[in-house]
């Protein structure tokens, strides 16, 4: 098996000083494939049986949940940052590593895999799960890419987020 984390570039000073921002862009366009087929593996069949859809995070958890929910032939569901779509939506505001913003989502159920594409403080990834559940959906599962291990044990609900990259 191919060792992903040596296709992830380490940008100092980025967004700003004192920020290590790991991009996946060299990852993505030279193993996709494998990326994909490593992150499908984080569940079981059984699991992804129960999996009604998969829900990304804009914008890098779209890319990696859209190919996720097509390769198990599941739906897709879009968390997007405030006013990118169109009403009726739930709402939620989070704090950010640099900030604060507001996550959004329509209303649904069935079960969801939750996928992101960089787990830091647990801020984004928590305000999503906790907007998914007030969308009317259930978060059977937790899933990003990278790990940056900046906080132990991140939970959700009990719930451990699933990765395949831990720094």
């Not at 997007?80 to 704090?95: A, E, F, H, M, N």
């Not at 959004?104 to 647990?122: F, Y």
């Not at 305000?127 to 978060?139: N, Q």
Request: glycine fraction near 10%; aromatic fraction near 8%.
């Amino acid at each position: 098996m191919t060792d992903l984390k040596q296709f992830i570039r380490d940008v100092a000073d980025f967004p700003r000083s004192g920020i290590i921002f790991r991009d996946i862009a060299p990852l993505l366009r030279s193993h996709f494939g494998p990326t994909i087929e490593t992150m499908s593996g984080l569940l079981s069949a059984q699991e992804w049986e129960r999996i009604d859809a998969v829900a990304g995070i804009e914008s890098r958890g779209f890319m990696l949940g859209s190919a996720l929910a097509l390769r198990h032939g599941k739906g897709f569901v879009p968390i997007r940052k405030k006013g990118k779509l169109p009403p009726p939506v739930v709402s939620i505001p989070y704090q950010l590593e640099y900030g604060e913003g507001v996550l959004e989502m329509q209303q649904g159920n069935g079960r969801l895999l939750l996928i992101d594409d960089v787990l830091a403080t647990g801020g984004t990834l928590a305000a999503a799960a906790d907007l998914c559940l007030l969308a009317g959906y259930r978060v059977d599962a937790l899933a990003v890419l990278i790990d940056l291990n900046l906080i132990k044990d991140f939970r959700w609900e009990g719930q451990a987020a699933r990765t395949v990259i831990r720094y």
